[in-house]
């Protein structure tokens, strides 16, 4: 069974404070995705890694795929109240590419 | 541009009481999934389906029924329902093309069974 561990589950900040959640599986997966969820709203994507060591970067937020392509970091630079979410990872099951299993998720308030 | 949507946003059952779940999109996307979210557990997928006439069972399938009669429509049917089933349940749709599929959710069906 492929599992996703996301660390840490819950993160209160302060604005401009840097940080860095993590997923960890012990299977290999072909590529990892991550989202963004709201309050009152379905998650939303907002990157795919695909290549081992590969990294992404969507403004002030860094992704990055691990070399054995089974784990994934999310790190946000000077993180602002707009940051405040569920950010929850994803990868394909073995299954098939649109099965994707999902991380309990982390938690993340930034406070003004 | 509507994407997913789902209805109703809240629901409040009685144990017992059946419903259905409504979700549709109009992306013309192959696969289409529901999920519940529980907290501390993330998103298990419940059902999902391939294309018209197409449905499989997901992680945790009891307790819930689905049919996909067009492209754009697929709804989740609760028979019976019981408080284990209090969560919030989302319906997802994408293209079917691999090898990275992007998912898009609707807004969330909140379900309280007393």
């Known amino acids: 069974t492929q599992l996703l561990e996301q660390s840490p589950q819950f993160l209160s900040i302060q604005e401009g404070e840097n940080l860095t959640v993590y997923c960890n599986s012990s299977s290999v997966f072909s590529s990892l995705q991550w989202y963004r969820q709201e309050p009152g709203e379905g998650p939303v994507l907002l990157v795919t890694v695909v290549t081992g060591g590969e990294v992404k970067k969507l403004k002030r937020l860094t992704f990055q795929f691990g070399d054995a392509r089974k784990d994934s970091s999310l790190h946000i630079t000077a993180a602002q109240p707009g940051d405040t979410g569920l950010y929850l990872c994803a990868g394909p099951d073995s299954g098939g590419y649109n099965k994707l299993i999902f991380g309990a998720g982390t938690r993340l308030a930034v406070h003004p | 541009n509507a994407g997913v949507t789902q209805t109703p946003k809240f629901q409040v059952l009685k144990t017992g009481q059946s419903m259905t779940l409504q979700c549709a999109q109009d992306?013309?996307?192959?696969?289409m999934s529901w999920y519940r979210q529980d907290p501390g557990m993330g998103l298990r997928l419940i059902h999902y389906s391939v294309g018209a006439g197409i449905t499989d069972q997901g992680e945790v399938p009891n307790g819930y029924n689905v049919s996909r009669s067009t492209t754009e429509d697929f709804p989740l049917r609760l028979l019976s329902a019981a408080p284990s089933q209090t969560s919030v349940y989302f319906c997802?749709?994408?293209?079917?093309?691999?090898?990275?599929?992007?998912?898009?959710f609707g807004q969330g069906t909140r379900l309280t069974v007393v």
């Open positions: 997802a749709s994408s293209k079917l093309t691999g090898p990275v599929a992007e998912a898009f």
């Open positions: 992306m013309n996307h192959e696969y």
